[in-house]
């Protein structure tokens, strides 16, 4: 009896110890802060204190497995050769399934329960995916693997207006999404964890409160190996306040060291180091069509889900995009892939999604679509000018913050432009909408060639002496072969000469190599042609039109 | 306000055509270069409007006679400033557009020769497209969208319901729009304002252009010819 009060009282300062240890773990700078604090008191700097909300998926592997929720529903794993069942939804649990059953069992009492396997890829893929979520309210996330998230909140509570309005938010959100949850929060992320598995929607704000909340908590809710559990409830405890009681040094040896310093985590004695999620650098993701499919409306409703998630996953990175592939699988084919490519990086989930609509509708697919991945390489970092585009208008959604600040009107105009080039190249293909540009050379048909459709405009002249004759407006795309009469080239009737030879011999460097005698004449029908006479052959070739 | 003035105002507004008013005021034009044409057309090739240009062949000097316009519209802005086009300052909002954009030309717009002309081919944007539907769609969203000054269309066939549909997004924008297409089609009715067709003069050779107005809201009809 006295030992134990001895502890208890240990316990107490152990417990104020932990409280400035723990602020230490948070910070690393809190001691720094100290000190600046007693130089300059007035200019104190108040570091929030943690707070953790731990948000429990008691129903993930049903979750990720799409089980149905209007019928009994069970996730099955394999312990030791035996199917036992791992988790169950409401209407099984009203049926008597409960975790931990053969299934066997199970069976006997809902024949028609919907079984499934459990896939822990897919749950760690939904765990990630609210991790990437829960980002939008704090920078410090951690994933706990048994299906759990938990949040620091200390930093957020004031730019989301206290802990209530945060919350509310949370679970306004969580509520769109489907899923069931159980909050829980309390200074110390251990404690959070604990409530949240022991099902108790608490919210624990004081420190000194946490070991009178944690003490009637099962040991359930600890989550240690079966083993250490059957120990403990061998020796009469039940509780958390039951292995508190405990003494230290005993406890140790008996159970382990490593569950003590668990515990002490738990109470906020000892800091805990979580591993940070750090969202991935690149997106993707894929959806799967069930059961495979062919119509445009379902394959754009996948579509239009995976953009609006990359938009949220580049919203929360503050990044833009320019290249986005699609990859359609098709049962037993090559999978289809579309590729957009944006003149510049954006990160308009509306915009993507207009583009892809506009590239679809020329798609032909040839087998039903089974699934449907997005992958974006992330290409440039915070835009200066944020693109926004609705209803085929382009407008300038998050420029500069000073009015009239140069080359703001000039981005703006690029934008615009960007926007009709990208479309029309989404529907007409890439190389179909392009610009000219000019090249010093001296064959006719190497003298311009084609440029990216967004370039800038610069002012280009004829390189000097390249060009003394007049051109005409239209070039073929290749020389027309000309019939000739008595020596003569025809072209729908005679023509006229109107001008002398314009000898041409360029190009025996690159084996394109070409000797001409370039004239003008006119035809019956009164246009201009542009023809020559190869010196090689003497053949006589159409090249282009006086337009 | 007493009657007369408040028809004044109502007969003010740009939509309102009165035959026999040549150069309407506020309407926007671009000189076309050839200063019989521009007292033919009230001013110059007219903006915001379909002007359909019908050939035979291409090739016979229609870009000729575009091309002082063109030209003029490739400029960049500090020479619009110096002219007095207050007007289509106003619809472009200074440096908005500044594209001209030719959807499916028959042959290849060769840049030497456009820069021999003094045309700007950064300026020039090209689109091609097998069907004929993907460049009217082209040629819609062009005309719906800020960036195009000049929107040149070369369409073998087009139906009345396409060109009522391209005069609509030529009035929503402000670009100087051309449309060219086979002689064939000059008896058909088409919603165009300004209609044109084109014939090799006397003297093709020197440029020599006959030109038959076959419908102009902004001023005569009748024949001229042209030295391009």
Not at chain 1, 239 to 249: A, E, F, H, K, Q
Not at chain 1, 464 to 493: D, H, N
Not at chain 2, 100 to 114: D, E, G, K, N, Q
Request: with cysteine.
């Amino acid at each position: 009896m006295l030992k134990q009060g001895t502890y208890q009282a240990q316990a107490q300062l152990r417990l104020f110890d932990a409280v400035n240890n723990s602020a230490v773990g948070e910070g690393g700078e809190a001691n720094t802060v100290g000190v600046s604090a007693s130089h300059f008191p007035t200019r104190r700097a108040v570091r929030p204190a943690s707070l953790w909300l731990c948000i429990r998926f008691p129903e993930l592997s049903l979750e990720a497995l799409g089980s149905p929720r209007e019928f009994p529903a069970a996730v099955l794993s394999e312990k030791s050769g035996v199917a036992a069942v791992l988790a169950c939804n409401d209407k099984a649990a009203r049926a008597g399934i409960a975790p931990g059953m053969p299934l066997n069992a199970a069976l006997a009492l809902v024949p028609a329960l919907d079984i499934r396997q459990r896939r822990e890829s897919a749950e760690i893929a939904m765990l990630q995916a609210r991790a990437n979520w829960a980002l939008t309210y704090t920078p410090v996330v951690s994933i706990h693997l048994t299906g759990a998230l938990l949040l620091e909140l200390g930093g957020s509570l004031r730019l989301f207006g206290g802990l209530s309005n945060l919350r509310s938010r949370l679970l306004a959100d969580l509520h769109t999404g489907g899923y069931r949850v159980i909050i829980a929060s309390a200074p110390v992320a251990k404690a959070a964890l604990w409530l949240a598995r022991a099902s108790k929607q608490l919210d624990c704000n004081e420190q000194h409160e946490l070991p009178g909340l944690l003490a009637d908590l099962p040991l359930v809710c600890l989550a240690w190996p079966v083993a250490v559990q059957r120990q403990l409830i061998q020796m009469g405890i039940r509780t958390l306040g039951d292995c508190v009681r405990l003494p230290r040094d005993g406890f140790a040896r008996r159970v382990g060291p490593g569950y003590l310093h668990e515990l002490d985590q738990g109470f906020g004695r000892s800091p805990d180091l979580l591993a940070y999620y750090q969202p991935p650098e690149d997106f993707h993701d894929s959806l799967e069509l069930m059961p495979a499919s062919l119509v445009a409306e379902e394959i754009a409703g996948a579509l239009h889900e995976l953009c609006s998630r990359l938009s949220v996953f580049l919203r929360q990175r503050q990044v833009n995009v320019q290249q986005l592939c699609i990859q359609m699988e098709h049962c037993g084919q090559d999978p289809t892939l579309l590729e957009i490519v944006l003149c510049e990086p954006c990160a308009s989930a509306d915009y993507f999604l207009e583009l892809l609509h506009l590239r679809l509708d020329r798609q032909m697919l040839p087998a039903p679509v089974t699934g449907v991945s997005l992958q974006a390489s992330v290409m440039s970092a915070t835009p200066v000018v944020g693109r926004h585009v609705q209803a085929g208008t382009a407008v300038q959604a998050t420029g500069s913050f000073l009015p009239g600040a140069p080359g703001s009107e000039r981005s703006a105009n690029h934008i615009e432009v960007n926007c009709l080039i990208e479309r029309l190249q989404a529907r007409l293909g890439m190389q179909h909408v392009y610009g000219l540009k000019l090249v010093a050379e001296h064959r006719p048909e190497r003298a311009w060639a084609v440029a990216e459709p967004s370039g800038a405009i610069t002012s280009q002249t004829v390189p000097g002496q390249m060009v003394s004759r007049i051109r005409p407006l239209w070039l073929f795309v290749a020389p027309l072969r000309m019939e000739t009469r008595c020596g003569k080239p025809v072209y729908r009737g005679r023509l006229a000469f109107v001008s002398d030879a314009e000898r041409i011999e360029s190009g025996w460097w690159d084996g394109h190599d070409i000797r001409r005698d370039y004239y003008t004449v006119t035809s019956n029908c009164g246009r201009r042609l542009w023809i020559y006479q190869d010196r090689r052959d003497s053949d006589w070739y159409l090249h282009g039109l006086f337009g | 306000m007493s009657r007369e003035d408040r028809l004044r105002k109502l007969l003010k507004n740009p939509h309102i055509w009165r035959p026999g008013e040549s150069s309407a005021t506020g309407r926007n034009n671009v000189p076309s270069g050839f200063s019989v044409l521009d007292q033919q057309l009230g001013g110059g090739w007219p903006i915001g409007v379909l002007t359909e240009i019908l050939l035979s062949n291409s090739g016979i000097g229609e870009l000729g006679l575009l091309m002082p316009a063109l030209i003029h519209m490739s400029k960049n802005d500090s020479a619009y400033d110096s002219r007095s086009y207050t007007a289509v300052q106003d619809t472009w909002g200074s440096s908005r557009s500044d594209r001209l954009l030719w959807i499916a030309p028959p042959y290849i717009p060769y840049a030497p020769a456009l820069t021999q002309h003094g045309l700007d081919v950064s300026r020039v944007l090209i689109v091609h497209s097998a069907k004929q539907l993907d460049a009217l769609w082209a040629m819609e969203q062009a005309l719906n969208s800020p960036v195009c000054r000049v929107v040149l269309g070369w369409f073998a066939d087009i139906d009345d319901r396409s060109m009522r549909r391209l005069q609509l997004a030529a009035e929503s924008g402000a670009c100087w729009t051309v449309i060219f297409r086979h002689a064939r089609f000059a008896d058909i009715t088409s919603p165009a304002p300004l209609r044109i067709h084109i014939k090799p003069g006397r003297k093709p050779e020197a440029g020599d252009l006959d030109l038959n107005i076959l419908r102009n809201r902004y001023g005569p009809v009748g024949e001229l010819s042209l030295q391009c």
